[in-house]
């Protein structure tokens, strides 16, 4: 009987135990439930508003919020005046007393887009004039002077304006015809590019524009060429394009 009693009484003490328990452990989850959030989760819900306080901010001091927008745009083209290519006035001018060097003249202003000139002399030289048998022909006569230098009708308009000049010229006696050097002497080159070709049927070019250099001494003068009369285009674009001038 004594036996009993303490059974049951030990039987209600664990019941009792295990009622607590039950009520602590509903009471702690109620905790849980109703408690604050944490320190750092305020931090992290500030940091995610930032960007929108930025954005404000942004506009508040007048600067964009979206940079790129106010970056140069790199695929705009640029304008001519700042970084366009200059290309180089040309003009080329010739004398040409049975039109062997014309022809050339003519395919070189064609092949670079040229202003051309004809070097007309005042009084046109005849087949008498050009006899080179005849040591008292006037061609005979002007090229055993270096002094002489024949009238020429016209002039160039505006010869300041190009950069580039090509000078043409039959071969008369090894040399350029002396109307050539009353070209030369009749305008300033300082400061331009000139290059002489000329036309002969056997002669080459030589040093046939030695006394034009000497005149034009301060422009910039670049190799020159000697041609058939039957030069192709082809040819005589070869040696323009060799220049580097266009």
Same mark, same amino acid.
């Given at each position: 009987?004594?036996? *009993?009693?303490i059974?049951?009484?030990?039987?209600? %003490?664990?019941?009792?135990? !295990?009622?607590?328990?039950?009520?602590?452990?509903?009471?702690?989850?109620? +905790?849980?439930?109703?408690?604050?959030?944490? $320190? +750092?989760y305020?931090?992290?819900? $500030?940091?995610q508003? /930032?960007?929108?306080?930025? !954005?404000?901010?942004?506009?508040?001091?007048?600067?964009?919020?979206?940079?790129?927008?106010?970056?140069?745009?790199?695929?705009?083209?640029?304008?001519e005046?700042?970084?366009?290519?200059?290309?180089?006035?040309?003009?080329?001018? =010739?004398?040409?007393?049975?039109? +062997?060097?014309?022809? %050339?003249?003519?395919?070189?202003?064609?092949?670079?887009g040229?202003?051309? =000139?004809?070097?007309?002399? /005042? /009084?046109?030289?005849?087949?008498?004039?050009?006899? =080179?048998?005849?040591?008292?022909s006037?061609?005979s006569?002007?090229?055993?002077?270096?002094? %002489?230098?024949?009238? %020429?009708?016209? !002039?160039?308009?505006?010869?300041?304006?190009?950069?580039?000049v090509?000078?043409?010229?039959?071969?008369?006696w090894?040399?350029?015809?002396?109307?050539?050097?009353?070209?030369?002497?009749?305008?300033?080159?300082?400061? *331009?590019?000139?290059? @002489?070709?000329?036309t002969?049927? !056997?002669?080459?070019?030589? +040093?046939?524009?030695?006394?034009?250099?000497?005149? @034009?001494d *301060?422009?910039?003068?670049?190799?020159?060429?000697?041609?058939?009369?039957?030069?192709? @285009?082809?040819?005589?674009?070869?040696?323009?394009?060799?220049?580097?001038?266009?």
């Open positions: 009987m004594k036996r *009993k009693k059974a049951a009484g030990f039987l209600a %003490i664990l019941m009792a135990l !295990s009622l607590a328990a039950c009520g602590e452990g509903k009471e702690t989850a109620e +905790n849980v439930a109703n408690a604050e959030p944490p $320190q +750092n305020a931090e992290e819900s $500030q940091t508003e /930032q960007p929108e306080a930025l !954005s404000e901010a942004g506009e508040e001091s007048g600067q964009p919020d979206n940079m790129s927008d106010a970056a140069p745009d790199m695929d705009s083209p640029a304008s005046s700042d970084n366009g290519p200059k290309d180089s006035k040309i003009l080329v001018a =010739y004398f040409s007393a049975t039109n +062997n060097t014309e022809g %050339i003249a003519q395919k070189l202003a064609d092949g670079l040229a202003d051309l =000139y004809e070097i007309t002399p /005042q /009084q046109p030289y005849t087949d008498e004039d050009l006899d =080179y048998g005849n040591s008292e006037r061609s006569v002007e090229m055993n002077d270096p002094d %002489i230098r024949p009238a %020429i009708s016209g !002039s160039v308009e505006n010869m300041e304006q190009y950069d580039v090509l000078i043409g010229y039959p071969i008369w090894g040399e350029a015809p002396r109307i050539m050097s009353t070209f030369i002497e009749s305008y300033d080159f300082s400061g *331009k590019t000139l290059a @002489a070709f000329c002969s049927a !056997s002669s080459g070019f030589g +040093n046939s524009d030695s006394a034009l250099r000497k005149t @034009a *301060k422009a910039v003068w670049l190799d020159g060429q000697r041609f058939s009369a039957g030069a192709s @285009a082809e040819d005589v674009m070869e040696w323009a394009d060799g220049l580097g001038i266009s």
